[in-house]
């Protein structure tokens, strides 16, 4: 008999709980596109997500997919910074 197995990884990334409305301008693209996201890359065996190989918060641009890792500190200090958003 021949089984054929798969194996790689899936990034199964989420916006960030508290900064939904923070919005940054991309140094790639220049579009204010830029979101705070929590990153999970997750190694899989048969396309089943088996266990997470890298972690983190990171700035992604939904543009241009610019990527900057990031603290929680950093995002803090630019939502305290960014002009109120429009319409609110």
Same mark, same amino acid.
Request: with cysteine; charged share 10%.
């Given at each position: ?14 916006? =960030?709980?508290? %900064?939904? /409305? =923070?919005? !940054? !301008?991309? +140094? ?5 596109? !830029? #979101?705070?996201? &929590?990153?999970? #890359? ?11 190989? @890298?972690?983190?918060?990171? =700035? ?5 997919? %610019?990527? $900057?890792?990031? #603290?929680?500190? $950093? =995002?803090? /200090? ?5 002009? +109120? @958003? !429009?319409? &609110?």
């Amino acid at each position: 008999m021949f089984f054929f197995f798969t194996c790689g990884s899936q990034d199964l990334s989420s916006g =960030l709980s508290g %900064y939904e /409305q =923070l919005r !940054v !301008v991309c +140094p790639n693209c220049h579009n204010a596109s !830029v #979101t705070p996201i &929590k990153r999970r #890359t997750f190694f899989t065996f048969c396309f089943i997500p088996i266990f997470p190989i @890298a972690w983190g918060k990171e =700035l992604r641009c939904s543009i241009c997919n %610019y990527h $900057q890792s990031t #603290t929680t500190e $950093q =995002l803090n /200090q630019m939502a305290h910074q960014a002009p +109120p @958003a !429009v319409g &609110k």
